[in-house]
Nanobody, 124 residues
Framework: VQLQASGGGLVQAGDSLRLSCAAS????????MGWFRQAPGKEREFVAAISWSLIGRTYYADSVKGRFTISRDNAKNTVYLQMNSLKPEDTAVYYC?????????????????WGQGTLVTVSS
């Protein structure tokens, strides 16, 4: 699976952004997908994940719960991260990731495929 993340940019606190991650290669619809982020000088951390199923069970880091929404469109081989009420502490490079199983995980080690990252900068 090859992943291409896009949609990052410079926004002000309180604004919204939607990140996209387009997948190609192997079958996308059988892969759980996740978003992670890495802020300057910090470790990469989990943001959100979605399982593959008709329901698409989702998981969120506490820091983004209620503000971010992960979704997927299997027909378009794309996963999205809708980010609302952005804060300066959301500034980071955001990475999408895929794993071979249908069940989403929250740990980086659970994901075998990674995109190149897209930068989100939130000014105060």
């Amino acid at each position: 699976v090859q992943l291409q993340a896009s949609g990052g940019g410079l926004v002000q606190a309180g604004d919204s952004l939607r990140l996209s991650c387009a997948a190609s290669g192997r079958t996308f619809s059988n892969n759980a997908m996740g978003w992670f982020r890495q802020a300057p000088g910090k470790e990469r951390e989990f943001v959100a994940a979605i399982s593959w199923s008709l329901i698409g069970r989702t998981y969120y880091a506490d820091s983004v719960k209620g503000r971010f929404t992960i979704s997927r469109d299997n027909a378009k081989n794309t996963v999205y991260l809708q980010m609302n009420s952005l804060k300066p502490e959301d500034t980071a490079v955001y990475y999408c990731a895929a794993r071979r199983t249908v069940v989403a995980g929250t740990r980086q080690s659970e994901y075998e495929f990674w995109g190149q990252g897209t930068l989100v900068t939130v000014s105060s």
